[in-house]
């Protein structure tokens, strides 16, 4: 699980614990992903399933993508397909993926890069693996995360932004146990590069085994860890956690995570994603691929889509052109 890594931990900026009055988040729930199959049946596990949306406000959605490692002829993507209503975020930690929208946008993701696709008021999207590695087959492994936008926000244009892992901001725990990679939000007085129509902050963090991470939080978003790969425990009375369970905290003024002193082999460290945004507090209709505020916009999401109102499929060698609606 590469990612972005760095030789020198110890030479990155620290993330100073929190002040003594800081309240430690109480840990809410802890939910295990059930795992599915999705686009032309790649595996994902479903991280937010079961978990009451008002709870994930203003996330809707999360899929851990793999990790598997494919044979040849075996990687598999989506074919083009409609979105309204919110934005997706694509983090790749291991493999290459290809995005391409009916608005122009597109481009290709590796370890560590994150496409960030706002559909705003209606696009057309496709996601693959690059030719080479359908030949070649190998390791493929990511999240996508459905971010709903606000009513007012809705029918924005949408937009692309092609977030390179170079370029997301990098830090370490106060101890040096752990590198905390900055996507998106503020952290500490650091800044990740995403561009945020709703005010959140995202991260993927990685702890040696024994290490300790308490995050200032801001205590007006919610907080949510996704444990992607490893053992953990969550929160002050730490809680044990594994590979493909999510933590829902409460209330307070910093997130508390560790890493188990016993790991896996095929995991000797733990990776986890750690998500906080301001809620929307406004209705969720969702239907496949949209997200709106009614029943009635859902209906007529499907009924522009069926028109060719959401844009058109982009003439590309090869590429499938039969649009799906989920």
């Known amino acids: 699980m590469p990612a972005v890594t760095v030789e020198d931990i110890t030479a990155l900026p620290r993330i100073p614990v929190p002040d003594e009055g800081a309240l430690p988040r109480p840990v809410l729930t802890v939910t295990t992903a059930p795992s599915g199959y999705e686009g032309e049946g790649f ?3 479903r991280a937010f399933a079961g978990v009451d949306l008002a709870r994930l406000d203003p996330f809707v959605h999360m899929d851990q993508m793999g990790e598997v490692e494919y044979a040849p002829g075996e990687p598999k993507g989506t074919p083009w397909h409609p979105h309204r209503g919110f934005e997706t975020v694509t983090y790749l930690l291991d493999g290459v993926f290809e995005h391409q929208d009916s608005n122009g946008g597109g481009g290709t993701i590796t370890n560590g890069d994150t496409q960030w696709m706002t559909a705003g008021g209606g696009v057309l999207h496709i996601e693959k693996p690059p030719e080479s590695l359908v030949q070649s087959g190998g390791l493929f492994h990511g999240v996508q995360l459905w971010v709903n936008l606000p009513r007012a926000q809705k029918w924005v244009d949408p937009r692309y932004q ?9 830090l370490a725990s106060d101890d040096g146990g752990a590198l905390v990679r900055l996507i998106a939000g503020d952290l500490a007085g650091h800044k990740g590069p995403g561009s945020t129509y709703t005010p959140m902050t995202m991260l993927h ?3 040696a085994p024994g290490a300790r991470l308490e995050l200032p939080w801001r205590n007006d978003f919610n907080a949510l860890v996704y444990v992607l790969a490893g053992n953990a425990t969550v929160g002050k009375q730490a809680r044990p956690v594994r590979t493909g369970q999510l933590t829902v905290f ?3 003024d910093s997130v508390v995570v560790a890493a188990q002193q016993e ?3 095929r995991s000797p460290e733990v990776d986890l994603l750690v998500l906080g945004g301001l809620p929307i507090q406004e209705p969720i209709a969702w239907g496949g691929p949209f997200v709106m505020n009614t029943r009635e916009e859902v209906y007529q999401a499907f009924e522009d889509f069926q028109k060719g109102k959401l844009g058109s499929i ?3 060698h090869g590429a499938p052109t039969d649009p799906i609606t989920g």
């Open 205 to 207: 963090t990685t702890l």
């Open 250 to 252: 409460g209330p307070g």
């Open 43 to 45: 595996p994902v596990r």
């Open 162 to 170: 092609d977030l390179r892992g170079n370029s997301v901001a990098l």
């Open 263 to 265: 790991q896996e082999s």
């Open 314 to 316: 982009p003439a590309v």
